[in-house]
Nanobody, 121 residues
């Protein structure tokens, strides 16, 4: 069983910074893309940023230039550095990963439990 555990959420003032971390554990053969999604109250979950195994990243337009995604393949971890935070960034942030496990040919999507980020104005 694969688990993703996020950490780093909390309360921050507008203009501030907050780092998020996520680590995958369990019996893992490899991890393909990893990403961060968020869901604000009353809204659908949306992609924030994602990164391939080779390190290519893309971002939602709303966070470009402010957020940076990175990963450490040796640690099965993905990170999100959030700078210049705005109140509209307030949401529950979820980590996701496409995980390949031994004996299963296709990767499966794994999700973390979510971490709340609140940006005050």
């Amino acid at each position: 069983q694969v688990q993703l555990v996020e950490s780093g959420g909390g309360l921050v003032q507008a203009g501030g910074s907050l780092p998020l971390s996520c680590a995958a554990s369990g019996i893992i053969f490899s991890i393909n893309a990893m990403g961060w999604y968020r869901q604000a109250p009353g809204k659908q979950r949306e992609l924030v940023a994602r990164i391939t195994g080779g390190g290519s990243a893309d971002y939602a337009d709303s966070v470009k230039g402010r957020f940076t995604i990175s990963r450490d393949n040796a640690k099965n971890a993905v990170y999100l550095q959030m700078n210049s935070l705005k109140p509209e960034d307030t949401a529950v942030y979820y980590c996701s990963a496409k995980v390949v496990v031994p004996g299963v040919p296709l990767p499966k999507n794994a999700w973390g439990q979510g971490t709340l980020v609140t940006v005050s104005s």
